[in-house]
């Protein structure tokens, strides 16, 4: 009896519990697929875009109740340069998908070229843009020229001012690029300011249709 047991045994060994199977980093199911730093960065895209629904419906109500838009006193906005000052926003834009795909990829060299590519882009839409205001100023078109002037620097303005806090994190992330920080089993760092930057990209061509065009 005891042999015939014995064979019962080696033919079909016993299983172990269930709670050795299950490997010390737990199941695959349990990972966590977005992190506390994406979470963050998407609540203040989020409370950003309604800055700008805000605004955007401020100054469509200005501009739809108006008889005159603009005021015939008071000189144009510059369209071609604007268009171009467009282009070189969204290359950068370009630039950083590439910046997040080098990463991915471990190329550490590409990754820093990109990164940089794309701080100097930003830089030259804010350099741009600052030129054509001075020159707008010396024109009479200032903050206190009515509605007009009013929406459009406050309006402008506030893009301007998130390009130059998105230019200064790419400056750090650069930084940190030069240090060999990010790789590809490290990349979030680059995907943060990535999606930062692809909706400040993405929001100024809205702003140049309605402001410049409409």
């Known amino acids: 009896m005891s042999a015939t047991t014995a064979k019962v ?3 079909f060994p ?6 050795h199977e299950r490997p010390p980093g737990g199941d695959q199911t349990e990972r966590i697929f977005i992190s506390n730093g994406k979470i963050a960065i998407l609540v203040v895209i989020g409370s950003e875009a309604m800055l700008f629904s805000g605004l955007i419906g401020s100054f469509l109500i200005y501009r739809l109740s108006a008889p005159f838009w603009p005021p015939p006193a008071l000189p144009r906005l510059p369209l071609a340069v604007t268009w171009v000052n467009t282009f070189v926003l969204l290359s950068s834009a370009v630039t950083m998908f590439f910046a997040v795909r080098a990463v991915h990829q ?5 990754l820093r070229q990109r990164l940089l590519a794309t ?3 930003g830089a030259a839409f804010l350099a741009i843009q600052g030129s054509e205001w001075v020159r707008l ?3 009479g078109l200032t903050l206190s020229s009515g509605m007009y002037g009013g929406t ?3 309006l402008i303005g506030t893009h301007g001012a998130h390009v130059t806090a998105g230019v200064v994190w790419l400056l750090c992330v650069v930084v940190l690029a030069l240090r060999g920080r990010y790789n590809a089993r490290n990349p979030e ?6 999606m930062y930057w692809y909706f400040v990209c993405a929001i100024w061509p809205l702003l ?7």
């Open 152 to 154: 459009f620097y406050l």
């Open 119 to 121: 701080g100097v882009l």
């Open 208 to 214: 140049f249709g309605l402001v410049y065009l409409m």
């Open 9 to 11: 045994r080696r033919l």
């Open 14 to 19: 016993a299983r172990r519990p269930a709670t």
């Open 189 to 194: 760092g680059i995907e943060l300011c990535a």
């Open 106 to 110: 471990n190329r550490q060299r590409v």
């Open 137 to 139: 100023v010396k024109h």
